[in-house]
């Protein structure tokens, strides 16, 4: 293993200095983002008002004028994969020629897609391939897709499941929302995750950020430049986390009122908040190995067995049709999907794409930070394989079940209850009303619930673990209350976000810690292109 850039002894040796009688890694970087992080919250606890419109007008300005930098930075990073893993770059252990793997593949697997998306998939499982089904504003590629998103359908007007346009618009649907789901999304993770799994294992560089910049800046990683890049990591993590807690809260509460009259207010997503951030936070002090990994494991099966139920309870042969031809419109459609000039769905384009890859970008520092922490040993092949194929897969077979048979309830049995909120905007709701269509409706009222809280524990914990190392230089053990310091805070800005402006609020939040991240992603592959291409130099000299 090659050593470059280490770094400088007296960040090595820093000692830990007492906070308020508590232990605690004081770096630039801790003592920066954790000030502004406070203030956030407090300010928008304090004038929620205000904060309600900064957001809802931060949200628009950047999905209008930004929308360009978002769609080329995916479009870049998924291209980039792609080209490493086919390239003779792809060789290169993680490690080194003979490292091995900590996790199997199924633990690797299971932890890359609890911490990845779960959330997501519960939220907008249903509600996203339905709101492109239905089409009107938010059709897209243009409405000449969809069979007539002016019509008011009913249980006595339902469409001609037969039509080729309802045929159409049901696959567009659920291959658009594979399209938020798919390559270019576990592209942004792989790249980060590529890049510090590199440049920590193969170049003995502490896991962190900046350590991916060591080919551009030199030492200078270990001064201010180093600090900016750390701290833009934790402010994206930060928000992007949080907006998913926030998804995941709305949903927990929709499905508690649904089921058991519990009401839906501020209180009582707040209440929520706290108690699951509770949880997280004894899961985080026991750390990735015991914490992390179990829940991790428990999640994936619990969601596997729900997604097999969905199979076999809903309509079977439609969802397997629904697979394969989500597969072909995604193919095809990946191209103009990607395209952002003179895009016509404007509406669709910056409220769902944009937005998509503005969140990914916002999650990219702890998720990708996450992976590289569990990758080592894998070949960079395997890595592209594992973080952009496997989950893409799992991702089109989960939307292909749900969405699936929330579009044949429609069409087939003429149910609304799905279609009815999606137009309400209520999506919260939508997957708990697809549920009032098949058998077992409380009990897979109650697994969903169950699995969007562990989800919800599983992004926290391994969020604050990331945050954490990022924030206390690269330290894997720095104190617990540190640890506690951030899962409580990730907590407390979702509260400041849903009170401060609700989903509109949570998606600026994405959006503007996105974009400076942006900038960082693509220098990250600029990086770890010329760090691997050395790799593979001296490796040729040597032999």
Same mark, same amino acid.
């Given at each position: 293993?090659?050593?470059?850039?280490?770094?400088?002894?007296?960040?090595?040796?820093?000692?830990?200095?007492?906070?308020?009688?508590? %232990?605690?890694?004081?770096?630039?970087?801790?003592?920066?983002?954790?000030?502004?992080?406070?203030?956030?919250?407090?300010?928008?606890?304090?004038?929620?008002?205000?904060? #309600?419109?900064?957001?809802?007008?931060?949200?628009?300005?950047?999905?209008?004028?930004?929308?360009?930098?978002?769609?080329?930075?995916?479009?870049?990073?998924?291209?980039?994969?792609?080209?490493?893993?086919?390239?003779?770059?792809?060789?290169?252990?993680?490690?080194?020629?003979?490292?091995?793997?900590?996790?199997?593949?199924?633990?690797?697997?299971?932890?890359?897609?609890?911490?990845?998306?779960?959330?997501?998939?519960?939220?907008?499982?249903?509600?996203?391939?339905?709101?492109?089904?239905?089409?009107?504003?938010?059709?897209?590629?243009?409405?000449?897709?969809?069979?007539?998103?002016?019509?008011?359908?009913?249980?006595?007007?339902?469409?001609?499941?037969?039509?080729?346009?309802?045929?159409?618009?049901?696959?567009?649907?659920?291959?658009?929302?594979?399209?938020?789901?798919?390559?270019?999304?576990?592209?942004?993770?792989?790249? !980060?995750?590529?890049?510090?799994?590199?440049?920590?294992?193969?170049?003995?560089?502490?896991?962190?950020?900046?350590?991916?910049?060591?080919?551009?800046?030199?030492?200078?990683?270990?001064?201010?430049?180093?600090?900016?890049?750390?701290?833009?990591? &934790?402010?994206?993590?930060?928000?992007?986390?949080? #907006?998913?807690?926030?998804?995941?809260?709305?949903?927990?509460?929709?499905?508690?009122?649904?089921?058991?009259?519990?009401?839906?207010?501020?209180?009582?997503?707040?209440?929520?908040?706290?108690?699951?951030?509770?949880?997280?936070? &004894?899961?985080?002090?026991?750390?990735?190995?015991?914490?992390?990994?179990?829940?991790?494991?428990?999640?994936?099966?619990?969601?596997?067995?729900?997604?097999?139920?969905?199979?076999?309870?809903?309509?079977?042969?439609?969802?397997?049709?629904?697979?394969?031809?989500?597969?072909?419109?995604?193919?095809?459609?990946?191209?103009?999907?990607?395209?952002?000039?003179?895009?016509?769905?404007?509406?669709?384009?910056?409220?769902?794409?944009?937005?998509?890859?503005?969140?990914?970008?916002?999650?990219?520092?702890?998720?990708?930070?996450?992976?590289?922490?569990?990758?080592?040993?894998?070949? !960079?092949?395997?890595?592209?394989?594992?973080?952009?194929?496997?989950?893409?897969?799992?991702?089109?077979?989960?939307?292909?079940?749900?969405?699936?048979?929330?579009?044949?309830?429609?069409?087939?049995?003429?149910?609304?209850?799905?279609?009815?909120?999606?137009?309400?905007?209520?999506?919260?709701?939508?997957?708990?009303?697809?549920?009032?269509?098949?058998?077992?409706?409380?009990?897979?009222?109650?697994?969903?619930?169950?699995?969007?809280?562990?989800?919800?524990?599983?992004?926290?914990?391994?969020?604050?673990?990331?945050?954490?190392?990022?924030?206390?230089?690269?330290?894997?053990?720095?104190? &617990?209350?540190?640890?506690?310091?951030?899962?409580?805070?990730?907590?407390?800005?979702?509260?400041?976000?849903?009170?401060?402006?609700?989903?509109?609020?949570?998606?600026?939040?994405?959006?503007?810690?996105?974009?400076?991240?942006?900038?960082?992603?693509?220098?990250?592959?600029?990086?770890?292109?010329?760090?691997?291409?050395? %790799?593979?130099?001296?490796?040729?000299?040597?032999?």
């Amino acid at each position: 293993m090659n050593e470059e850039g280490k770094q400088p002894q007296h960040m090595q040796e820093r000692e830990y200095k007492k906070l308020f009688g508590l %232990e605690i890694y004081l770096t630039p970087v801790f003592v920066i983002s954790s000030i502004a992080i406070v203030a956030f919250i407090i300010g928008s606890l304090v004038f929620q008002e205000g904060a #309600t419109k900064l957001f809802g007008g931060l949200r628009v300005w950047l999905t209008t004028n930004l929308d360009w930098l978002f769609m080329i930075t995916a479009n870049l990073v998924f291209i980039f994969c792609l080209v490493v893993a086919l390239s003779p770059l792809g060789k290169v252990r993680l490690g080194g020629a003979d490292a091995k793997p900590e996790y199997s593949y199924l633990t690797w697997l299971a932890m890359l897609f609890a911490a990845g998306v779960g959330i997501g998939l519960l939220f907008f499982g249903v509600s996203e391939p339905i709101t492109y089904f239905q089409g009107g504003s938010y059709s897209p590629l243009g409405t000449e897709t969809i069979y007539d998103p002016e019509t008011a359908y009913t249980a006595e007007n339902v469409p001609d499941a037969g039509d080729s346009k309802v045929q159409t618009a049901a696959s567009l649907g659920i291959a658009t929302t594979v399209f938020h789901w798919g390559l270019q999304g576990w592209a942004i993770y792989g790249v !980060v995750g590529l890049a510090l799994a590199f440049f920590a294992y193969n170049r003995g560089l502490p896991l962190l950020i900046r350590s991916a910049f060591y080919p551009i800046l030199g030492d200078r990683i270990w001064g201010w430049p180093g600090h900016l890049i750390d701290t833009f990591a &934790i402010f994206a993590g930060i928000f992007g986390l949080a #907006t998913s807690l926030g998804l995941g809260v709305q949903q927990v509460t929709s499905g508690l009122n649904h089921l058991f009259g519990i009401p839906v207010n501020p209180v009582t997503m707040v209440l929520l908040i706290v108690g699951i951030t509770a949880i997280a936070l &004894i899961s985080v002090m026991t750390g990735i190995n015991v914490g992390i990994k179990r829940l991790s494991q428990f999640n994936i099966i619990l969601a596997f067995l729900l997604l097999v139920a969905i199979i076999l309870l809903g309509p079977t042969l439609y969802i397997l049709r629904s697979f394969f031809t989500g597969i072909g419109t995604y193919i095809m459609k990946i191209v103009p999907l990607s395209n952002w000039i003179g895009r016509e769905d404007t509406a669709f384009f910056h409220d769902w794409t944009t937005f998509y890859w503005a969140w990914w970008i916002a999650w990219a520092p702890f998720i990708g930070t996450f992976i590289a922490r569990i990758s080592k040993g894998r070949t !960079v092949r395997e890595f592209v394989i594992f973080v952009l194929l496997l989950p893409t897969l799992l991702c089109l077979i989960w939307f292909s079940a749900f969405g699936g048979t929330a579009i044949h309830q429609f069409l087939a049995e003429g149910y609304t209850g799905v279609t009815e909120n999606v137009e309400t905007y209520t999506y919260e709701l939508a997957l708990f009303k697809m549920f009032e269509g098949l058998p077992w409706t409380t009990l897979l009222s109650c697994v969903a619930m169950t699995l969007t809280i562990i989800f919800f524990v599983t992004s926290s914990d391994s969020g604050s673990l990331i945050i954490d190392i990022i924030a206390a230089g690269g330290k894997v053990d720095a104190p &617990i209350p540190q640890r506690v310091f951030w899962c409580t805070a990730e907590g407390l800005v979702a509260i400041a976000l849903l009170l401060g402006g609700g989903l509109k609020a949570l998606q600026a939040a994405s959006l503007a810690t996105g974009f400076p991240f942006a900038i960082v992603l693509l220098g990250m592959g600029v990086c770890v292109w010329i760090g691997l291409s050395k %790799e593979v130099k001296e490796a040729r000299q040597s032999e």
